[in-house]
């Protein structure tokens, strides 16, 4: 049996002895096994003692490995273990609903456990929630190959090849198993571990890459699925035809964009007509290049209207700038057809699922002619959009999956604006297998099952009583997945990875002087302070991206952290790498002015969110004396009028004199659920009174760093009259 030992650890065990033989001890089972309610031979271990990364805090998911054939033709050949998890029924078992988390390529045997999470739990009082990590992923047997490095210096066509070679050379690695890594074969796998664990049927629920494993499965054994829905689904066809499909639903999001910007001619100058818009695009693509063209469009034109006004904006300040587009293009680091990590072995993982199952083109040649018709067809679509080609580089033709209807119940989910598995594929999927479709109408990914959408009741009645959803259902807000507030200027912030920031510049600053950037406390890139803590050392990066007055990331800048506290205030102030003069060159941008007195009741402020690309304008409504969070507290902190209803993600953003333009504070928290004094859910105290203001967002004042910065813009703790709190 292989095993990677680096995925399971069971200390009892001598060296030497298989891992396998300490979670299992199984005889070959035949196929028309008869169900048993408590198969024996299986034995279950608690997984965080099989497994040495596991949750600790996990008491009911157990683990075995359970041995199948490489080559279900050779039944009696080769075997490999695949890993499964359970999450045993609280009371009497009826039955088992699998799940699987998708990719293709991402481990299944932690999705029994997430399903106590999911609207799904009350089905666990009579069915074992089972996980399996398919051949090739998680803690089966696996191969693990590294990408090729690519020195930046290679052709399009030199890096095709060496992905190519990377991709035969991992393969050459174990060709047996490589090349058994399939839908069909991870159905094979399910179906005999359900003859093991003595299920007559199963019940399924798969999102993402999962449904093709559960249209697969239904597809080979109709017979042994009760109940199966898939939500967020793969295209039925081949990866080149699956994509064609979503470029032309794009395209056609485009379409209506070009006939929005018509209407506004007045306001974009782009043209009175969709066939003027479309012309006047096409030329700034060719200034910009196609992904740079790409960058200035939101991934999702059609889900959120705002978008257009910011996709609008953006496209009209590159035009009538003359700057250069350098932005890396939205979802570049999207594999097709998945999302997630799942270590070093997911990339792999995911393309033997997905090359195994095509039959496109693998070389050069087919790529360039792929990517000659589809701009063609879709002038506006991507290079990106020919990745399948190159992501088979290496890998001999596959052979497309065999889909078809059947007679068990089955329930389909499609998110009518999501970009990770297009809403074109669910129509695809349900016109060639069947069952009913309902349509979510929201941009999310595979959250049918969530206990926050409301329509998400549906799910548990079908697996009830086999109860069909048909037509539509609300879904999330859109503001879940797109930019939650108002579009406007965001010269001066910059994005970090998780937060917004800004440039700041106290009046002392000369233009040589080494830029200030300033966000949030619970903002420093290395975590944030404990209560108490003052980080006063200078060794920890910061890294963030320059931000347009209409919301495009420009470039990067980078410097190290001065000072960051959550005690008192709640800030981090970092020294970048280049001077105001350099960063006003470079980028055409301006630090904001540092106020150094505070704002009062009634000030008009905004507050700039480079991470959500929203501007919010309201008043500062009070200034609270204490606001208590969890163990931290603030003092003389701002609460906003109602109107600046912040959101996650808009931490550190900074807050603005509406007048002046000056930095008055730093964004830093709100209540989003009404709880008193927790984190995310801060209350304010006076005295001996506490108060909740639910949905209320709030601002840490900023007026006392101006008196901390000495010479050269640098940070001075002992200046008399510096205020800041000290280590």
């Excluded at 975590?527 to 990331?553: C, F, L, Q, Y």
Aim: charged share 25%.
């Amino acid at each position: 049996m292989q095993i990677i030992l680096r995925y399971l650890t069971v200390p009892s065990i001598a060296a030497g002895i298989s891992v396998a033989a300490s979670l299992i001890t199984l005889s070959a089972v035949p196929a028309d096994a008869a169900s048993t309610p408590a198969p024996e031979g299986v034995q279950w271990e608690l997984c965080r003692d099989a497994v040495s990364d596991w949750n600790r805090n996990d008491n009911r998911s157990e683990c075995t490995l359970i041995p199948v054939p490489v080559d279900y033709s050779k039944p009696e050949g080769r075997k490999i273990d695949i890993a499964v998890s359970r999450v045993k029924a609280t009371g009497k078992r009826t039955g088992a609903l699998f799940g699987n988390p998708g990719g293709p390529g991402l481990a299944g045997t932690p999705s029994a456990r997430e399903l106590l999470s999911s609207r799904l739990v009350p089905m666990n009082e009579t069915l074992d929630f089972i996980g399996i990590d398919t051949r090739g992923t998680g803690y089966s047997a696996q191969i693990s190959c590294d990408e090729p490095e690519f020195q930046g210096s290679e052709t399009e066509k030199e890096m095709f090849e060496m992905r190519a070679n990377a991709k035969r050379a991992c393969i050459a690695k174990d060709p047996a198993l490589a090349l058994s890594i399939s839908m069909e074969n991870a159905a094979r796998d399910m179906d005999r571990i359900r003859q093991v664990l003595g299920f007559d049927k199963i019940n399924f629920y798969g999102n993402s890459g999962g449904t093709a494993l559960g249209a697969v499965y239904r597809s080979m054994f109709d017979k042994r699925v009760d109940r199966m829905w898939l939500d967020s689904i793969m295209s039925p066809a081949g990866q080149s035809a699956a994509v064609e499909a979503e470029v032309a639903a794009y395209d056609a999001g485009y379409q209506r964009f070009f006939k929005w910007l018509a209407g506004k001619d007045s306001t974009y100058g782009f043209g009175t007509s969709p066939k003027k818009v479309e012309s006047a695009l096409k030329e700034l693509q060719k200034k910009v290049g196609r992904e740079g063209f790409a960058a200035l469009l939101d991934t999702n034109l059609e889900a959120i209207p705002d978008r257009w006004e910011r996709s609008a904006a953006k496209l009209m300040e590159v035009r009538d700038s003359g700057a250069e587009v350098t932005s890396t293009p939205p979802n570049a680091d999207r594999k097709t057809f998945g999302f997630g990590e799942m270590g070093r072995n997911y990339g792999f993982t995911h393309d033997a699922f997905m090359c195994n199952a095509s039959p496109d083109g693998r070389t050069y040649a087919d790529l360039v002619q792929i990517r000659k018709e589809r701009q063609a067809k879709y002038p506006f679509s991507t290079d990106f959009n020919n990745e399948p080609v190159a992501n088979c580089a290496g890998w001999p033709a596959g052979k497309p999956w065999a889909l078809k209807p059947g007679k068990s119940r089955l329930q389909l989910s499609g998110h009518k604006f999501e970009t990770v598995t297009p809403y074109v594929w669910a129509k695809m999927m349900h016109e060639q297998i069947g069952g009913s479709l309902l349509t979510v109408m929201d941009a999310e990914h595979s959250t049918m099952k969530s206990k926050d959408l409301a329509c998400g009741s549906k799910v548990l009645d079908f697996f009830r009583d086999g109860t069909p959803a048909k037509g539509s259902c609300a879904g999330f807000p859109a503001d879940r997945t797109g930019p939650p507030g108002p579009a406007g200027n965001m010269a001066g912030t910059v994005k970090l990875p998780y937060c917004s920031a800004s440039l700041v510049r106290p009046r002392t600053a000369r233009d040589e002087d080494k830029a200030l950037l300033l966000t949030n406390g619970h903002c420093h890139p290395a975590g944030r302070p404990k209560p108490g803590e003052v980080i006063t050392d200078k060794n920890a990066p910061i890294e963030g991206t320059v931000m347009s007055p209409a919301g495009r990331e420009l470039g990067p800048v980078t410097g190290r952290v001065l000072y960051a506290t959550m005690t008192g205030t709640d800030i981090t102030l970092a020294q970048l790498d280049s001077t105001y003069a350099e960063i006003q060159q470079k980028y055409k941008v301006e630090a904001f002015p540092l106020a150094s007195s505070s704002p009062v009741p009634g000030q008009r402020i905004k507050v700039a969110s480079s991470f959500l690309e929203s501007v919010w304008s309201c008043q500062a409504e009070a200034v609270v004396p204490t606001l208590k969070e969890g163990d931290y507290t603030s003092t003389h902190a701002i609460r906003y009028a109602k109107e600046c209803d912040t959101r996650p993600g808009s931490s550190g953003s900074p807050v603005i004199d509406a007048e002046t333009r000056e930095l008055v504070a730093v964004n830093s928290t709100s209540n989003r659920d009404g709880k008193e004094c927790e984190l995310n859910n801060p209350c304010e105290v006076d005295g001996t009174v506490t108060t909740v203001h639910q949905g209320r967002g709030y601002a840490t004042q900023t007026a006392a760093i101006a008196a901390c910065i000495g010479d050269d813009n640098t940070l001075d703790l002992k200046r008399q009259e510096c205020t800041l709190p000290r280590p």
